[in-house]
């Protein structure tokens, strides 16, 4: 079974059939990919924050944030790199890297209840020089540019569950991802509806697959398995 540690929540699909193998094709839609959900979620985030002081739920829990600060250790991503998190919700993942040295620290989400939390969680910290705006990463534009690093842990599943535009939107994704990062900027990201190959296809064009980085694991009929996966990618021109 899983690692205790990594969070399911808003995996909708995990199945490795030849059918949701297909780019347009790939699984059902569902109320975690819409707006209206997400700022219901985090408006009861905020207030939980503002009476106890808890910051809510992890995506896919602490391990996955240990994971990506794992690589970018091991890929010597200087501590002056220029980071986005796309999809912050509560700003937990903006904490960890301010507290592992980084000083260049945007994130960014289209709930603006999600930002205001953000906001909450790192004055709480005493981190001030964090930014945090609210934007559709699928609009942004020349809003966002020039990034070192580009942090992704679950909206990409989001946008692809969208009940409107599914197609579009991760297009739309992919679009909006080559014109924030840098040429040789990193793209981390960790999915629980998406496989490697799917990832790998999805991002096959403008970007170069650097490596996979280890996930809990579990064994079925024989068969051994994982329900997230986490790819590095580098952009290319």
Known sequence: ???ATEDSHGCENTS???EDRCLDN??????LGTKTYWEE?????LETFKDIGDVGEIWFGEE????????MDKAKIPENAIILDIGTGNGAFLVELAKHGYKNLTGIDYSPASVELARNVLQAEGLTDVT????????????LKEYDVCIDKGTFDAISLNPDKTNEGKKLYVEALKG???NNGFFAVTSCNWTKDQLLQRFGEGFEFVQELPTPTFQFGGKTGSSVTALIFRRVH
């Open 1 to 3: 079974m899983e690692d």
């Open 16 to 18: 490795d059939s030849e």
């Open 26 to 31: 790939d699984f059902g839609t569902s109320k």
């Open 41 to 45: 979620t985090y408006q009861r985030e």
């Open 64 to 71: 996955s944030m240990s994971r990506v600060l794992r690589w």
């Open 132 to 143: 945090v705006k609210e934007v559709d990463f699928l609009n942004c534009k020349e809003e």
């Open 180 to 182: 924030v990062l840098k």
